[in-house]
C-alpha cells in the first residue's frame, strides 16, 4: 500500500528525505524520466520550535526549470526558523525530456502534495487547518492554481487522494497571475498552455479570474522594477481578493529585480521576509499547536 511504503520511506531516510508523490506512475505523466516523477523534499522544523504549521514551497523557473537553492532550500529554512515544517515540491516541467504544454500535470501535483502533508498530518505533528502553500515566480502560479482550484476530496483513489487540497493560506512572491497577453510571462504560459492556447485555458489559468469567497487568506510579495514578471500580476490578484472578500495583503517594493527570493544581503527589499513574518503571526500561524 502506497501509505505505508511512504512511512517506511520517511523512517529509512536521513534529514530532508525526498518522497515521491505517487508510488509508480504519475496521474497525467508521459514518460519514465525523473522530469515527470514529481516528489516532496521534507524539511522539519526543530522540535523544540515546531508549532504545528506546514508550508508546500513552490519554487518558480518558468515551468521549464526549478529554482531550488534561493526559492527551495533558503526557504525551508526560514520556515523552519519559524517553527514551520516546510515541503520542497519538485512539480512538472515542460522540456525536451517532457514537451509542453504542461497542462494540469503541476496542479495535480501542488494538490498531491498539499493532500498528502494533510494527510500525514498526525505523523509529523501538523494542525490539518494549517497548511499553506508558497510559491515564486511560476511556482507563484501554480501555488495561486492551487488555491483557486481545489476540492474537498477526491471520490476515488486512495487516503491521501480523498484528503482536501485546499490550502489553508497562500504566499505568493512575485507571481504570474494571468495568462493574458501583454501581461503574463510569456515563457510560463508557453510551458503550460501552449503558445496559441485555446481561450478557455486563458481564462482558466487566469487565476485573478478564478478567485472566490473560497480562496484562502493571501500574503502577496512583488516589486515595481520587475520587468520578467510585471507587478500587475500581483495588483490583479490583490484586486480580485478584495472584490471576493477574501482577506489579503499586498507589499510592492520600489527595488529590486525579478526572482530575488528572500532578498537576502539587498539592504531594504530584504525586510519583505520580515512583513510576512508579522502576517503569520497575526494569523495565529506562529503560535503553538494546542
Given at each position: 500500500?502506497?501509505?505505508?511504503?511512504?512511512?517506511?520511506?520517511?523512517?529509512?531516510?536521513?534529514?530532508?528525505?525526498?518522497?515521491?508523490?505517487?508510488?509508480?506512475?504519475?496521474?497525467?505523466?508521459?514518460?519514465?524520466?525523473?522530469?515527470?516523477?514529481?516528489?516532496?523534499?521534507?524539511?522539519?522544523?526543530?522540535?523544540?520550535?515546531?508549532?504545528?504549521a506546514a508550508v508546500v514551497v513552490c519554487p518558480g523557473g518558468g515551468y521549464?526549470?526549478?529554482?531550488?537553492?534561493?526559492?527551495?532550500?533558503?526557504?525551508?529554512?526560514?520556515?523552519?526558523?519559524?517553527?514551520?515544517?516546510?515541503?520542497?515540491?519538485?512539480?512538472?516541467?515542460?522540456?525536451?525530456?517532457?514537451?509542453?504544454?504542461?497542462?494540469?500535470?503541476?496542479?495535480?501535483?501542488?494538490?498531491?502534495?498539499?493532500?498528502?502533508?494533510?494527510?500525514?498530518?498526525?505523523?509529523?505533528?501538523?494542525?490539518?487547518?494549517?497548511?499553506?502553500?508558497?510559491?515564486?515566480?511560476?511556482?507563484?502560479?501554480?501555488?495561486?492554481?492551487?488555491?483557486?482550484?481545489?476540492?474537498?476530496?477526491?471520490?476515488?483513489?486512495?487516503?491521501?487522494?480523498?484528503?482536501?487540497?485546499?490550502?489553508?493560506?497562500?504566499?505568493?512572491?512575485?507571481?504570474?497571475?494571468?495568462?493574458?497577453?501583454?501581461?503574463?510571462?510569456?515563457?510560463?504560459?508557453?510551458?503550460?498552455?501552449?503558445?496559441?492556447?485555446?481561450?478557455?485555458?486563458?481564462?482558466?489559468?487566469?487565476?485573478?479570474?478564478?478567485?472566490?469567497?473560497?480562496?484562502?487568506?493571501?500574503?502577496?510579495?512583488?516589486?515595481?522594477?520587475?520587468?520578467?514578471?510585471?507587478?500587475?500580476?500581483?495588483?490583479?490578484?490583490?484586486?480580485?481578493?478584495?472584490?471576493?472578500?477574501?482577506?489579503?495583503?499586498?507589499?510592492?517594493?520600489?527595488?529590486?529585480?525579478?526572482?530575488?527570493?528572500?532578498?537576502?544581503?539587498?539592504?531594504?527589499?530584504?525586510?519583505?521576509?520580515?512583513?510576512?513574518?508579522?502576517?503569520?503571526?497575526?494569523?495565529?500561524?506562529?503560535?503553538?499547536?494546542?
Amino acid at each position: 500500500m502506497f501509505v505505508a511504503s511512504f512511512l517506511l520511506a520517511l523512517a529509512a531516510q536521513p534529514a530532508n528525505p525526498t518522497i515521491p508523490l505517487w508510488e509508480g506512475k504519475a496521474p497525467l505523466a508521459v514518460g519514465e524520466t525523473d522530469t515527470d516523477k514529481p516528489s516532496i523534499t521534507v524539511w522539519l522544523a526543530p522540535k523544540d520550535k515546531a508549532n504545528g504549521a506546514a508550508v508546500v514551497v513552490c519554487p518558480g523557473g518558468g515551468y521549464g526549470g526549478l529554482a531550488m537553492d534561493h526559492e527551495g532550500k533558503q526557504v525551508a529554512e526560514f520556515l523552519n526558523g519559524l517553527g514551520i515544517h516546510a515541503f520542497i515540491l519538485k512539480y512538472r516541467l515542460a522540456n525536451k525530456e517532457r514537451p509542453g504544454p504542461l497542462l494540469a500535470a503541476p496542479l495535480t501535483d501542488a494538490q498531491r502534495a498539499i493532500r498528502t502533508v494533510r494527510a500525514k498530518a498526525a505523523d509529523y505533528g501538523i494542525d490539518p487547518k494549517r497548511i499553506g502553500i508558497w510559491g515564486f515566480s511560476a511556482g507563484g502560479h501554480l501555488a495561486s492554481t492551487a488555491g483557486t482550484h481545489f476540492d474537498n476530496g477526491l471520490a476515488e483513489g486512495d487516503a491521501i487522494d480523498k484528503t482536501s487540497c485546499r490550502p489553508d493560506f497562500l504566499i505568493l512572491a512575485y507571481p504570474v497571475i494571468t495568462m493574458e497577453a501583454g501581461v503574463t510571462h510569456n515563457g510560463s504560459r508557453n510551458n503550460l498552455i501552449g503558445p496559441k492556447p485555446d481561450e478557455k485555458l486563458i481564462e482558466l489559468y487566469s487565476n485573478e479570474k478564478q478567485v472566490t469567497k473560497e480562496t484562502p487568506p493571501t500574503f502577496i510579495f512583488h516589486t515595481s522594477a520587475d520587468t520578467a514578471v510585471v507587478p500587475e500580476n500581483a495588483v490583479r490578484f490583490y484586486l480580485a481578493c478584495k472584490k471576493a472578500g477574501v482577506s489579503v495583503e499586498l507589499h510592492i517594493y520600489e527595488k529590486g529585480q525579478h526572482g530575488v527570493g528572500l532578498a537576502k544581503g539587498q539592504k531594504g527589499l530584504d525586510t519583505w521576509p520580515e512583513r510576512l513574518s508579522d502576517w503569520m503571526k497575526a494569523r495565529a500561524l506562529l503560535e503553538a499547536k494546542k
